[in-house]
């Protein structure tokens, strides 16, 4: 099977060495994404404005890849508070809330950058 990498431009991805996303054959995987707009963290104190731009930056690199938001199966969302749980799942519901894909919300203890309150990975399985 073909892979085919999807990146975002980022000098972090041949730093790190990773892709913003990996398609092989009609799976797609999403790295964990920040709430990030020309290299700057945006909706900085607000968990709801950083789920809404990390699902942009997921949706555009999904469809880059030949996919849809309704392709996908699984997300990961890491937050620094669960109380914030409302505000991320409300942003998330926004996007998924007629595909239900599976999901997690874990809390951890920290993210690449003071400024991320969220983190969200995605997997993506492209049926027709």
């Known amino acids: 099977m073909s892979r085919l990498n999807i990146s ?4 972090w991805e041949d730093l790190v060495g990773y892709s913003r996303a990996v398609r092989i054959g009609n799976t797609i995987e999403v790295s964990g994404t920040v ?13 709801y404005a950083q ?10 690199s999904i469809e880059n890849a030949g ?4 392709d996908v199966i699984r997300t990961r969302i890491y ?9 991320v799942g409300r942003a998330h519901s926004e996007f998924f809330g007629k595909i239900k894909p599976a999901t997690s919300m874990i809390e951890i203890s920290g993210l690449i950058s003071d ?4 983190e969200i990975e995605a997997s993506a399985v492209i049926s027709s």
Do not use: F, H
Request: net charge negative; aromatic share 4%.
């Open 8 to 11: 975002s431009g980022a000098k």
């Open 35 to 47: 709430a990030i707009k020309e290299g700057q963290a945006v909706g900085i104190g607000d968990p």
């Open 51 to 60: 789920t809404v731009r990390i699902l942009e930056i997921i949706k555009e």
């Open 67 to 70: 996919g849809s938001l309704e």
């Open 79 to 87: 937050v620094l508070d669960a109380n914030d749980w409302e505000k």
């Open 115 to 118: 400024d991320y309150l969220v």
